[in-house]
């Protein structure tokens, strides 16, 4: 597609439950990123793909989240038993090598 | 401790009236990119700078990249409501690393 498209925009989540939010990059981006970004605050890196080799997760903040990615294409963010905590935007984006990022306009996901 | 410190971190200002935001580092950077973030989307990227010295601009946004490579500014001329957003810095910590973020200036101008 012409952008990083990310799904749901939004999501309400029960505490406890799991979440799976949705990445498609731009075609022929190899590198992938994940970011969290809680209200009125910065970016807080989460994880990095870049083509076949092994993924930074130096981000991820705790064993309750996971992401995959699949060859240079789709990637999903896990979180389970979600808390209040992770109440944020999380915004994806990807890029040809480390070069200028494209984002997408993120997943807002509420934990109540 | 921020590898990119932002200032201000909060901006408020008038129409018309002109503004500067900074992005500084004790370490080199091979290049620094700025980036806007409206309110309900993710950041755009607006410049990449590269070169010691170098200043682009872009219409009323002029980006400037410090000599030693370790700041870079963005100045703003008669600011006006569209150009309200979280403006961030950022840089790979070594050549084709991964970007890091400064944590931004929110920028609002009032009509």
């Known amino acids: 597609g012409a952008g990083v498209s990310q799904s749901p925009s939004n999501k309400v989540t029960e505490k406890g439950k799991d979440v799976e939010l949705r990445c498609d990059p731009i075609?022929?981006?190899?590198?992938l990123y994940w970011y969290r970004q809680r209200l009125g605050q910065g970016l807080e890196f989460l994880i990095y793909f870049q083509g076949n080799s092994a993924p930074d997760k130096s981000g991820l903040p705790s064993d309750r989240f996971s992401a995959e990615r699949t060859g240079e294409s789709v990637s999903t963010l896990t979180i389970q038993r979600t808390q209040q905590e992770d109440s944020a935007v999380y915004l994806c984006?990807?890029?040809?090598?480390?070069?200028?990022?494209?984002f997408g306009s993120g997943t807002r996901l509420t934990v109540v | 401790t921020q590898l990119l410190e932002q200032s201000p971190q909060f901006l408020s200002i008038q129409e018309g009236e002109n503004l500067t935001v900074y992005c500084n580092s004790s370490s080199v950077f091979s290049s620094l990119q700025w980036y806007r973030q409206e309110p309900g989307e993710g950041p755009v990227l607006l410049v990449t700078?590269?070169?010691?010295?170098e200043v682009k601009k872009l219409k009323r946004l002029t980006f400037q990249f410090g000599d030693a490579r370790k700041d870079s500014s963005l100045h703003i001329t008669a600011a006006q409501p569209g150009d309200t957003g979280l403006y961030l810095c950022a840089g790979p910590k070594t050549s084709g690393s991964r970007l890091t973020f400064g944590e931004g200036t929110q920028l609002t101008v009032n009509p």
């Open positions: 984006a990807s890029s040809l090598r480390t070069y200028g990022y494209t």
């Open positions: 075609s022929g981006h190899t590198a």
């Open positions: 700078v590269v070169t010691g010295g």
